[in-house]
């Protein structure tokens, strides 16, 4: 019942989304999940790594019978479309399988195998739903939002010593190797996830069952609840807001090479096209909890997700993409999520429900600030940037306080158990 609950509100909420979309003309991410099935695909990488978290659930023998599937099904399809003269990709075949696998659990397993199936391929189709429904909460942000708080932003970024501007001229002076390499971070920080999620979940087929928690858990979360929030604090970042990116809707082509001089903030109009989502940074949300979640794995799970941490945060900042104060506000988020989810799987005591919510007042807090405060936070940097840093500083203090609580109270029950008595 549980499950049913989950997956009817999922699907209300998707419904909700294509209404929203095609109310403004365009498709939504049903539509958009849906062509994908027949019609060349725009995230191939991400259907196969969609694909591959569902065959979690799969045994090796029958792992290699879907990905031979999945390419037999793409090289038809490319042969169609190239014969046709349409355009060529791939990904259909991915989809297909994940799709299968749900037929194949509904019509052909009962029990917990059933649910076992239903479990994988929802969560590689939720993968790929996550990515359009991303899109689509993007659109909506630039189609109901026609003014953002840029002004706002840039003035209390001050607070930081405007590192955006900074982090703008090392990549400029160093291209192309910096812009490649975090062009491509950047860009495939879904398909991270994923790596990531099957490293966790790679027990699954010999258990059978998942384990309790997982990236993809907090990864979908994040990507759920952040776009609320540029609904609420809607920003475009300094490359459209004070750099050439923005065009004629730019305040002055001055990212990164000249600070914008602002006098008193005030909402500025923006074009149609471009999302309002800076705030809070969702990528470096979802970084974070890569980060976290490869603290347990081997070392080379560990230094990948140092480097993509590290990475992300250079590009954010570097393409200008972002302010520093997002980035703070995309910490704090992180963790706060990451600690409810872990609640969640694992039950809720004191400590985490203490963490959750005091990581939530700091991020109102921090929203309020940005809001109420951009021109005294500007005029006194030495107050106002230490008191940011030390806010996000003490939830990843409380967040890592927490977890190392609760694991060291969670080992010594399992040494309690009862042993069995010799005879």
């Not at 160093?174 to 920080?189: A, D, E, K, N």
């Not at 997002?326 to 809720?348: I, K, Y």
């Not at 927490?402 to 042993?419: D, F, G, I, K, S």
Request: with cysteine.
């Amino acid at each position: 019942m549980l499950w049913a609950a989950a997956g009817a509100a999922t699907l209300g909420f998707l419904i909700a989304l294509e209404c929203a979309a095609r109310h403004y003309g365009l498709p939504g991410p049903i539509t958009h999940h849906a062509r994908e099935a027949v019609f060349a695909p725009h995230s191939g990488p991400l259907l196969y790594a969609g694909m591959a978290l569902a065959m979690v659930v799969l045994t090796w023998r029958q792992r290699l019978v879907a990905v031979g599937a999945a390419i037999g099904i793409d090289v038809v399809f490319f042969l169609v479309r190239w014969a046709a003269g349409a355009e060529t990709n791939f990904g259909n075949g991915a989809l297909w399988v994940v799709l299968g696998i749900a037929v194949v659990a509904v019509t052909r397993r009962t029990g917990p195998e059933r649910l076992l199936l239903l479990k994988g391929a929802g969560l590689g189709l939720l993968l790929v739903a996550g990515h359009k429904t991303g899109d689509t909460w993007l659109l909506i942000t630039s189609k109901t939002r026609p003014t953002v708080l840029d002004p706002y932003v840039a003035l209390a970024d001050h607070a930081l010593g405007d590192p955006s501007w900074l982090a703008g001229r090392i990549v400029e002076a160093t291209v192309p190797v910096s812009t490649g390499v975090l062009h491509v971070v950047y860009g495939q920080l879904p398909l991270a996830a994923a790596l990531v999620g099957l490293y966790q979940l790679r027990h699954v087929a010999v258990e059978r069952r998942f384990p309790a928690h997982h990236l993809v858990r907090t990864f979908l979360v994040i990507g759920l609840l952040g776009p609320a929030v540029y609904m609420i604090f809607p920003v475009v970042g300094p490359v459209y807001a004070y750099g050439a990116d923005g065009g004629q809707w730019a305040a002055g082509h001055l990212w990164p090479d000249t600070l914008p001089s602002i006098g008193a903030p005030h909402p500025i109009p923006f074009d149609g096209i471009t999302p309002r989502n800076c705030m809070p940074s969702l990528h470096t949300a979802w970084a974070v909890t890569l980060f976290v979640h490869t603290r347990k794995g081997s070392r080379t799970m560990r230094f990948a997700g140092t480097f993509w941490l590290v990475a992300t945060l250079s590009a954010t900042l570097g393409f200008g993409y972002h302010y520093g104060v997002d980035l703070v506000a995309g910490v704090v988020f992180a963790l706060t999520v990451e600690a409810a989810m872990r609640s969640l799987a694992h039950g809720w005591d004191r400590s985490a429900t203490w963490l959750v919510a005091y990581g939530t007042t700091v991020f109102t807090v921090l929203l309020v600030a940005y809001r109420g405060l951009p021109t005294q936070m500007a005029e006194y940097p030495w107050v106002f940037g230490p008191l940011l840093v030390l806010l996000m500083t003490s939830v990843i203090h409380g967040y890592a306080r927490t977890t190392a609580l609760r694991e060291t109270t969670t080992v010594p029950e399992r040494q309690r158990e009862p042993q069995p008595e010799l005879a």
